[in-house]
């Protein structure tokens, strides 16, 4: 066990290395320097000395070669130092400490919300299979695994505007908008949370629930169930028994593709919902190509997904020993 | 498992009395039965094979240009008639003329059908010019009316026609798809190929970058790799840099599976044989490894087709993909953005929308068929 | 049986073979153990018979195969050939050009009648692309050929047009032989060509492969953990335990009286001919050893029921027995082990 997470801790590191790789691409690729960039931002109204403009440039060592920027960058990365954000003037670390626990608070109960929905349809569908049930269950799987994260939360509001002639998104309806916090406020902003999660779980659930279903009829195939079967154990204990318990672990183990795709549905569904996570900040810092922003929300994003995955990793192996060290 | 229990999913042929074999089942012909049993696939390729000829002949099965607007500004669609408003059946389907009044709060436009007007529908009409493939001057439409305007999927605050813009829209979104998936292709065989070809520490290199890109939040890092897209460039220069910036993530599944299919593969048997009797390295490759990988890889290009084209939806939705004057279904949906648009206009959304699912549950559809029918051995 | 082959040729002499895998330093610093698969194995085949290896599955049998026709790359030691011309040559450290006029000689059956033929190549391409590659037929030559070859393994010679998935497993097999027998191969490495297959199958590809035998006078390598099989057809064997030779023997020999505890248990294992015999199968306890940490002393200690402490500490080496007979064991001469005929002697 300590060796296998020594071995992935290992593993971890390197992909963190290439992420921050291309993370520092993704600062690079605009065409001509940051500074420039920075400077066109400015030019409403403040006055940039020419100082100010080769201490910015000596600070990212602009003027060495391109490994040594990286270097410096990765390394005031680790040190907490993202850089500053052109567009706000204020530090990135700063801006991420605002924006980031929402986007974890969104995405971790809808992590949960996924798999906790997802493997109980999935058994049901595979114990049931070719019912009616299994079949309006596939079938809607297979539509909302068509329908992309941002379409469902503009369907939502339309409903919302349609049929209950309320406004949809934002992190705390109009009447609580600037209201002081109270038991009402959270209680709003937890219902627009819990909103948030259905939208952006529906594809996860959709595609997890295929898997567990598929995992499971592999697994009720084979002959020990028969045995049990034939031994004459009740259908439902003997289903939870052995086969639920083996097909869900290679299920839980799809969290390394489920976890950035959940990040992804968060950012683009929160920017239509309005719903201040890190997703509308990404997305106005791509669009005025403030790249040091973007780049830490990217590399922030993605460590944490990879944390995720490897501590998604341990538990599973933990909690079931078959699987190899 | 007993070498008898590997029974041919096809009936074994026939020889006949002079020894011929009548029908001879080739590996193809198997997949191909194994696809057809899947009625909801074959119906999908049937609809996007359908689909992409709209897009060649855009021209002829769009009724009106893109561009050209006409007075029924936000007009929702209009219904398709047979009765008319005295019960009368009518053999030629007919729509109805619109009557706009406005909403005395909002001000916004109010559509009512005005049963003076009765606009015949006719297949095969004269209508605004346009260029076939580009080239040929035409101005037949498949369907239209004579006088009047017809707009099946209503206007848009210019009062352009929506399903013109959304077959004109077709030819972006659904060539996006094919073209990146072919771009992945490339990228993924050769550097899949190159990683299982060298191994050692190259084809550990490639597997942590692969480990890398698809730990990455998928949207956030098309975000970042999009904003390198100088704003001033041409359309055409945007659209073929959202090609590279979308396959430059979706090569790592093919170059997966490629290198997977490709290991295994090396210890076959059979390969092992082709080496023992002297076969050459790349005759190995391309006499028996490709062509047994090959519809590994056709699966995994169908199923990253839906990805790739919510990929570009989702970018242009967000205004940092394809921008206007292109026409693509992501762009029409970035111009429904408004909370007012999602509102008071639902068709703007709904159409494109409705072309985006339902062109990505087909590929899946198909996708889900292919699977199958991969691997045409196992039962 | 057949008459020992003492004045037969040699056309093959495995000298001290060996094949590991892994054992490179990693980066930091940890030492992976080599797997030694085949671990210094030496015997010789002579020309015409039917040298039989057996062994547990993992005991590296198959391995030892593969280096032989060359599917592998041998780690060390030598593979001396000798062709027709009175030469002899190493086959262990030929470059693949060189190896090439040599190849069409060392031919290979294998187990798996499923993975063996390429499911998108007709019997044609299978059977034709090896003549094609060393330029013995062309064109029209190449069909009339494959047709002779799938007559003589006793299939139609129109079914090549077909592609495997038509043919059973018997079938398969019988064309897996054909591709063998295009290039006129002097030794074919036989690994377990029958024990995937119906026990009615089995007896008719053996015939098949006698009936080859003395036809083409080949020389067969056969690789079985079947002990009837190897009986039935084998000349001598060899018996390999963790990628070592055991035992090697004539066959008649070694059946009836084995020098090795190993092999003695390997045949206990063996249902006697009569059910109603009395057998007390020495059942092998424990594993198969570890090839990549291997036990101290004889590597078969752990399982052996005979052990005594030298067995322990002191790793036996290969020794002749008596003429033709070679054992790896410290207590040959004082064990009385039984045979095959024994346990059904016992019985009756």
Not at chain 1, 9 to 26: E, P, R, Y
Not at chain 2, 152 to 169: E, I, N, S
Not at chain 2, 352 to 370: K, Q, R, T, Y
Not at chain 3, 221 to 244: N, P, S, T
């Amino acid at each position: 066990m300590l060796n296998y997470a020594i071995r992935r801790s290992g593993q971890m590191l390197v992909t963190v290395f290439v992420i921050s790789v291309i993370a520092f691409v993704v600062i690079q690729l605009p065409p001509g320097d940051f500074v420039n960039s920075y400077l066109a931002t400015l030019s409403g109204g403040n006055i940039v000395t020419q100082d100010a403009i080769i201490a910015l440039r000596s600070q990212f060592g602009l003027d060495e070669n391109i490994v040594v920027q990286y270097w410096r960058w990765f390394t005031n990365l680790l040190q907490g130092n993202m850089g500053i954000s052109f567009q706000y003037q204020r530090t990135v670390l700063d801006l991420l400490g605002e924006r980031l626990p929402l986007t974890l608070a969104i995405t971790i109960p809808t992590a949960i919300f996924v798999y906790l929905v997802a493997i109980p349809i999935g058994i049901y569908s595979a114990v049931r299979q070719y019912s009616p049930t299994d079949y309006l269950l596939s079938f809607v799987g297979f539509i909302f695994l068509a329908i992309p994260n941002f379409l469902i939360a503009i369907i939502a509001i339309y409903i919302g505007y349609r049929y209950f002639g309320g406004s949809v998104g934002g992190l705390f309806s109009p009447e609580y908008e600037l209201a002081p916090w109270s038991l009402g406020k959270v209680l709003n902003m937890l219902q627009n949370m819990s909103l948030a999660i259905l939208i952006i779980g529906t594809g996860g659930v959709a595609a997890t629930m295929r898997v567990m279903r598929g995992m499971l009829l592999d697994e009720l195939s084979q002959a020990y169930v028969e045995t049990a079967r034939a031994k004459g154990l009740s259908e439902w204990r003997l289903i939870m028994k052995y086969p639920v318990r083996v097909a869900v672990s290679p299920v839980l183990s799809t969290i390394g593709f489920v976890l950035p795709a959940l990040i992804s549905g968060t950012e683009i569904t929160a920017t239509v919902l309005n719903i201040p996570t890190t997703g509308p900040l990404l997305l106005n810092a791509v669009r005025s190509q403030d790249m040091f922003l973007a780049a830490s929300i990217i590399f922030v994003l993605s460590i944490l997904t990879v944390i995720g995955t490897f501590i998604s990793d341990l538990l599973l192996v933990w909690a079931d020993p078959r699987i190899k060290l | 498992m007993t070498a008898e229990a590997t029974t041919p999913v096809a009936p074994a042929p026939v020889a006949t009395s002079d020894g011929v074999a009548v029908r001879i089942i080739s590996p193809r012909r198997l997949m191909w039965w194994k696809f057809r049993k899947h009625k909801l696939a074959v119906a999908s390729a049937i609809f996007l094979i359908l689909a992409y000829l709209a897009t060649i002949f855009a021209g002829f099965v769009a009724p009106y240009d893109p561009a050209s607007r006409s007075r029924n500004l936000y007009a929702p669609p209009q219904g398709i008639n047979f009765v008319d408003e005295t019960g009368q059946f009518h053999l030629q389907p007919f729509v109805y003329g619109w009557k706009m009044t406005r909403d005395l709060k909002t001000l916004s436009p109010v559509y009512v059908a005005d049963t003076t007007q009765k606009f015949p529908l006719r297949l095969f009409v004269q209508g605004e010019p346009y260029k076939l493939f580009g080239l040929i001057d035409a101005d037949r439409h498949l369907f239209g009316v004579d006088e009047g305007y017809f707009h099946l999927a209503g206007t848009d605050h210019f009062g352009r026609d929506l399903f013109t813009r959304l077959v004109y829209g077709a030819q972006i979104s659904l060539s996006v798809g094919i073209i990146s998936v072919f771009l992945s292709l490339v990228l993924g065989l050769l550097i899949g190929g190159i990683s299982g070809l060298y191994g050692g520490w190259i084809d550990n290199f490639i597997q942590r970058l692969i480990e890398a890109i698809i730990a990455i939040p998928t949207i956030p890092l098309w975000l970042g790799l999009a904003a390198a897209v100088p704003r001033d460039w041409p359309p055409l220069y945007q659209y073929f840099a959202i090609l590279v910036v979308l396959s430059l993530i979706s090569w790592t599944s093919t170059a997966r599976v490629a290198r997977g299919r490709f290991l295994a593969l090396r210890e076959q048997d059979f390969v092992t044989a082709a080496r023992v009797y002297g076969a050459s390295q790349t005759r190995i490759i391309a006499k028996h490894l490709v062509p047994n990988l090959m519809s590994y890889v056709i699966v995994t290009l169908t199923l990253a087709i839906p990805g790739i084209i919510i990929g570009e939806t989702a970018l242009s939705f967000l205004g940092v993909g394809l921008k206007v004057p292109t026409v693509s279904w992501g762009v029409l949906l970035q111009e429904s953005q408004k909370v007012q648009i999602i509102q008071f206009y639902p068709w703007l959304w709904i159409g494109p929308a409705a072309c985006v699912v339902s062109v990505v549950l087909a590929f899946n559809f198909v996708g889900d068929g292919a699977r199958d029918a991969a691997d045409p051995f196992s039962r | 049986m057949q008459p020992p082959i003492a004045t037969a040729d040699p056309i093959l002499a495995i000298r001290d073979l060996k094949k590991h895998y892994g054992g490179k330093k990693h980066w930091t610093g940890a030492v992976s153990k080599a797997i030694r698969a085949v671990d210094g194995v030496t015997f010789t085949i002579y020309e015409g018979e039917t040298f039989g290896l057996v062994g547990e599955s993992g005991c590296g049998k198959t391995t030892l195969g593969r280096c032989i026709a060359r599917a592998l790359d041998p780690t060390d030691g030598e593979i001396i050939y000798s062709p027709e011309d009175g030469r002899d040559i190493d086959l262990a450290t030929l470059s693949p050009r060189q190896l090439k006029p040599y190849r069409q000689d060392v031919q290979m059956i294998f187990q798996d009648p499923i993975s063996s033929l390429n499911p998108r190549m007709t019997l044609l391409d299978i059977i034709g692309e090896p003549m094609v590659v060393n330029g013995l037929a062309r064109g029209k030559e190449v069909a009339r050929r494959v047709g002779e070859l799938l007559e003589r393994v006793g299939l139609r010679a129109e079914y090549m047009v077909r592609y495997p998935h038509a043919f059973s497993g018997g079938q398969r097999q019988r064309i897996g032989i054909a591709r063998a027998l295009a290039l006129n191969p002097r030794v074919i490495v036989c690994d377990e060509p029958v024990s995937a297959l119906d026990v009615s199958v089995q007896a008719q590809i053996l015939n098949l492969l006698q009936d080859l035998q003395a036809e083409k006078n080949l020389t067969y390598l056969f690789i079985a953990h079947d002990l009837g099989v190897v009986e039935y057809l084998c000349d001598r064997v060899a018996v390999m335990y963790v990628g070592q030779v055991v035992e090697l023997a004539e066959t008649s020999d070694l059946f009836a009286r084995p020098l090795h505890p190993y092999t003695e248990a390997l045949m206990s294992a063996v249902p006697p001919a009569n059910p109603r015999a009395a057998s007390q199968p020495r059942l092998l306890e424990g594993d198969l050893a570890n090839a990549a940490n291997l036990p101290p002393g004889c590597h078969f200690h752990p399982r052996c029921g005979y052990c005594v402490e030298r067995c322990r500490t002191e790793e036996p080496e290969l020794r002749e027995f008596s003429p033709g007979r070679f054992v790896r064991c410290h207590r040959a001469e004082e064990l009385r082990l039984d045979g095959v005929a024994e346990l059904a002697e016992a019985g009756a």
